[in-house]
């Protein structure tokens, strides 16, 4: 499915999880409720271990050719540079929702489901549909090759990236259809094959207002 025909889909998954959360939220019992609370704690455990002093998230639901990376490593490189701050005292956030989803995921699932075919990402050498991550270990931004600036180079520095679990209900429904596949089996594949160490939230409109309860910088990508 091209993304010319995503937004629409996107819309349309969307009030379908809505309204079926709203249905179980109707006809639970209270001791769901109360699991649901400590669910909820466990959910904000990624923002217990943001302890650097400089913090900022960088929400990103587009792709924008790879440059919330670049922010992200230029987040790094400057408080180094121009303000002698290490590593351990800088938390970088990116943000995986919208159509960056796919970007949570690893290469088996981008190959097995043709994830750049999906969502028209192209291989630059290969000038074919990604078979794999291109934001793993060396995305090309601005037409150059950027391994410093990949998902694990930044991990390395002490970034953390966040995941919405809504955002792959959506697009496991959307990747199921278009690939013959129940959403059921996609998302629990999807689920199963998160990038080592990205974090996976109920939703990304909370996880993002949880940052800043807890004062973390917010920049638009």
Not at 18 to 30: E, I, P, R
Not at 66 to 93: F, W
Not at 96 to 110: K, P, R, V
Not at 118 to 144: E, H, K, L, Y
Request: with cysteine.
């Amino acid at each position: 499915m091209p993304f010319s025909t995503l937004r629409s889909g996107l819309r349309t998954a969307a009030v379908i999880t809505v309204a079926a959360a709203a249905l179980f939220a109707t006809g639970a019992t209270l001791e769901a409720r109360s699991s649901d609370a400590d669910s909820t704690v466990a959910a904000d455990e990624w923002l217990d271990k943001l302890t650097g002093k400089h913090r900022q998230l960088f929400d990103a639901p587009t792709p924008n050719g790879g440059l919330p990376l670049i922010h992200m490593l230029n987040y790094y490189d400057t408080y180094n540079k121009a303000y002698k701050v290490a590593d351990r005292d800088v938390n970088a956030i990116g943000t995986f929702y919208g159509s960056t989803t796919i970007y949570g995921l690893n290469d088996a699932t981008w190959a097995k489901y043709r994830l750049g075919e999906f969502s028209q990402t192209m291989d630059p050498n290969t000038r074919a549909p990604a078979v794999m991550n291109p934001w793993r270990t060396a995305p090309v931004i601005i037409g150059m090759a950027m391994p410093p600036a990949s998902i694990e180079s930044l991990q390395k520095r002490g970034a953390t990236f966040i995941i919405c679990s809504n955002a792959i209900d959506v697009f496991a429904m959307l990747v199921g259809n278009a690939r013959g596949v129940p959403a059921a089996t996609v998302n629990a594949d999807f689920r199963a094959n998160l990038l080592p160490g990205v974090v996976l939230v109920p939703g990304m409109v909370v996880a993002i207002e949880k940052a800043q309860e807890r004062r973390i910088a917010y920049a638009a990508q």
